[in-house]
């Protein structure tokens, strides 16, 4: 009995460990756990705002913080958490698109059909202007098609 008991705790936290492991390949997060780098879902979706929520204003979704702007806020996502949830996981729109996982800037975003996505932009590279100046359906298809298997990854 003792070694069955062993066994189901080694399968417990080999399932916990792939379950986190999953977690982070869907969700562009750390090791801290927080989403959008502190900045609001709400802001972004219902405001059209990059807003850095704080830390009176959490709750918790799947095992990830989500940070809020306010206590209306956060009720807001409790009520309905996945609306609220970044598309492809908080990755960059144009990285899924092309195929890859990349940061973003959480100030360079856009809201259209009811969802936002978050792009990369450095020095080099400004994916969301690459993102405008293409045909917003034909690149969330492909970045749907793409998300499929870079989101298990």
């Known amino acids: 009995m003792n070694k069955l008991i062993q066994l189901t705790v080694i399968l417990f936290a080999f399932l916990g460990t792939n379950a ?52 209306d806020q956060k009720k807001t996502f409790e009520a309905n958490p996945k609306k609220y949830l970044p598309q492809y996981g908080g990755y960059c729109a144009f990285g899924v698109y092309v195929g890859a996982k990349f940061r973003v800037d959480p100030n360079k975003f856009v809201v259209k059909d009811g969802k936002y996505f978050l792009y990369l932009y450095d020095l080099e590279v400004d994916a969301q202007q690459l993102w405008l100046d293409g045909n917003h359906k034909e690149l969330v298809k492909k970045a749907d098609d793409n998300w499929t298997s870079l989101s298990k990854k």
């Open 20 to 71: 986190m492991a999953q977690n982070k390949a869907a969700n562009n997060i750390d090791d801290s756990k927080i989403a959008l780098q502190g900045y609001s879902p709400v802001s972004y979706l219902d405001l059209g705002l990059a807003q850095k929520g704080v830390k009176e204003y959490k709750a918790t979704y799947d095992g990830i913080a989500y940070y809020f702007t306010s206590a």
